[in-house]
Structures are given as structure tokens and as C-alpha cells.
């Protein structure tokens, strides 16, 4: 409890804008995240319980869960979105996983890795900027992700050994890129078994967004950084959105101060609202509305991992 006389909190101001206008999924991943539930099985139940609701037959996830994708059908967006769910909640494991697993094998593209949008999305809304093909190619956007979560938590299955082998020549090849790729590798790189292999990758990596200014270091002069192509207006991406944790193999990338900046920027970022903001181009109202709870539970476990006073 906070005084009368003082304000509110970040943790409380955000508590306040979940409950006004989060889906259940997201009030229950905050009360276990952040309301004394880390660790406690109800509240874990409570979170898996809520992701169920977005599961599809063929064991792949669907159902809006990523918001960007409206519609029934299951796509691997959707189903990675669930596995960093099960993850964060120390449930990426057994059969569940297990039938995850099966679905990504169905959806694979011929080199064995996964589209960013699978044709079933056809007939469905999405946002714009996610273009339906008839034969997609293998993206690591939608496949680093994944594969280095199914590593961390030391799942073995079939399909991982030709989607590790894609993710390393994607990522080792990587030259002209964007944040969002960027962000895909590192997700890839720190939880990929080969550790020397994956420090190599990741400083050259740190090289190309200095050298492509891909993160925003002066949070203060966002003029000096240029967004990608087809991102929208505004759409920078800082220390923080790459080394998510101080563990992340990207955090060597930047200077203690650089990541200072970063940390008071993402802090400054909470709105009157309680809620972050999102940065990326907003298509329908509905998606928005989904989002920012999505962001404002990813904003305050960023800031918790930096030891920054949330409560």
C-alpha cells in the first residue's frame, strides 16, 4: 500500500490500467507476474487456463492471440506468442509442448522452418503490413524465436534439428537487416545450445545495428536514428527492445550508459493511462486495445530485471 499522499506507483498505475483493459489473459499473466504469484501453481494454472481458450485443433494457437491476426485458424505467430507465455510461467515442457511440436512440423516450409503467415490466414483480417502468400518463404522472424525457446527450456523434438540449422545460416548470414529481425536472432542466439558458437554470431551482430544505427542510443535526438522501411513513423528501437534481460547476449552491445537511457526512457514511456505505449503501426481499434496490455506486462518485467523500482 502506498500513502494517501503519495503517488501512485508504476506497478499500481499499470495494475490499474490492466484491470480496466486487458483480456483475461493478460489480467491473469500480470496477477502472476506481479501480484505475488511468480511460482505459485494456481496462479500458473490461472494463466494456462486462460491461454487453453486460444488453443486450435490441430495444435497450433489462434483466436487473435497475437493481435495483429483476427480469425480462428492457428499460425506460428500465434504459437510462438503461447510458447513465451508457457515459458514465462516455467510450462514450456511435456505434452503440451509436445503437440506444439506437431503443429509446427505441419506448417513448415520445405527447409523445415516456419512462415511468418500461413496461407490459412486468407479471408481473415491481419494487419496490412503482414502480406498472405500461396507458398510463403521461411522467415526467422517467426522461426529464431521459437527455436531458442524450445532450446532454453531443453525441449527435443524432430522438428528443432532443421529449424536450428535454418536459423544459424539465416542469422550468420545476415547483413542488410531490421529491428524486428534483429530482435528474432538475439531471441534465437540466447537460448541456442551452442554457447561459443552463439557469442561469435551475436558480436557480429552487435556491430551491424551500431553500424546500421538500428537502436536509438540518445533516446533524447530520435532525429539521428532512421526507421526501417515500412515501419511507421516513430518506430525506433532501443537497448532495452534488444537485451530484454542482463542475461541477453545483446546487453554486451551497449555501454552501461547507453542501457541507463534506454531503462529511463522505457521508464518515462508509461502513459497517464497507467499502460505503455505501442510503437508499431496501429491498423484497427480493437488490435490497439489488445496490445498495450501485452507491452505494459513486457515494460515492467524489463524494468524488474534491471532492478529498477517498479512498486
Known amino acids: 500500500m502506498h500513502s494517501p499522499d503519495a503517488a501512485p506507483s508504476p506497478l499500481a498505475r499499470a495494475e490499474h490500467f490492466v484491470w480496466l483493459t486487458a483480456r483475461i489473459l493478460e489480467q491473469r499473466r500480470f496477477a502472476y507476474h506481479f501480484l505475488d504469484?511468480?511460482?505459485?501453481?494456481?496462479?500458473?494454472d490461472a494463466v494456462e487456463t486462460?491461454?487453453?481458450?486460444?488453443?486450435?485443433?490441430?495444435?497450433?494457437?489462434?483466436?487473435?492471440?497475437?493481435?495483429?491476426?483476427r480469425g480462428p485458424v492457428s499460425q506460428p505467430l500465434h504459437t510462438g506468442h503461447a510458447l513465451r507465455v508457457l515459458d514465462s510461467i516455467r510450462r514450456c515442457g511435456g505434452q503440451?509442448?509436445?503437440?506444439?511440436?506437431?503443429?509446427?512440423?505441419?506448417?513448415?516450409?520445405?527447409?523445415g522452418a516456419l512462415p511468418a503467415i500461413h496461407p490459412s490466414q486468407r479471408g481473415y483480417p491481419s494487419a496490412p503490413f503482414v502480406p498472405i502468400v500461396d507458398d510463403p518463404p521461411s522467415e526467422l522472424l517467426a522461426t529464431g524465436p521459437v527455436v531458442g525457446l524450445l532450446h532454453r527450456n531443453e525441449v527435443w523434438h524432430a522438428w528443432l534439428f532443421r529449424a536450428t540449422d535454418f536459423c544459424w545460416a539465416a542469422v550468420e548470414s545476415l547483413e542488410k537487416t531490421h529491428p524486428y529481425e534483429i530482435e528474432a536472432a538475439v531471441a534465437f542466439l540466447d537460448g541456442a545450445p551452442d554457447r561459443p558458437r552463439a557469442q561469435a554470431a551475436a558480436d557480429r551482430l552487435g556491430?551491424?545495428?551500431?553500424e546500421q544505427r538500428l537502436a536509438a542510443l540518445d533516446p533524447e535526438n530520435l532525429d539521428a536514428y532512421p526507421v526501417a522501411p515500412g515501419y511507421a513513423a516513430?518506430?525506433?528501437?532501443?537497448?532495452?527492445?534488444?537485451?530484454?534481460?542482463?542475461?541477453?547476449?545483446?546487453?554486451a552491445w551497449f555501454t552501461d550508459e547507453e542501457m541507463q537511457r534506454s531503462l529511463d526512457f522505457l521508464?518515462?514511456?508509461?502513459?497517464?493511462?497507467?499502460?505503455?505505449?505501442?510503437?508499431?503501426?496501429?491498423w484497427a481499434p480493437g488490435t490497439a486495445l489488445e496490445a498495450r496490455p501485452i507491452v505494459t506486462i513486457e515494460a515492467l518485467?524489463?524494468?524488474?530485471?534491471y532492478g529498477r523500482t517498479i512498486a
Open 37 to 44: 504469484g511468480a511460482g505459485d501453481t494456481p496462479a500458473a
Open 50 to 69: 486462460a491461454l487453453t481458450s486460444y488453443a486450435t485443433a490441430d495444435g497450433g494457437y489462434g483466436y487473435a492471440l497475437e493481435p495483429d491476426l
Open 96 to 111: 503440451r509442448v509436445e503437440r506444439v511440436c506437431r503443429y509446427l512440423t505441419s506448417v513448415s516450409t520445405p527447409e
Open 207 to 210: 556491430r551491424l545495428v551500431r
Open 234 to 251: 516513430g518506430e525506433h528501437h532501443f537497448p532495452h527492445d534488444y537485451a530484454k534481460v542482463p542475461e541477453s547476449l545483446a546487453r
Open 267 to 282: 521508464t518515462r514511456e508509461q502513459r497517464e493511462d497507467g499502460g505503455w505505449p505501442i510503437r508499431w503501426r496501429q
Open 301 to 305: 518485467r524489463t524494468l524488474r530485471a
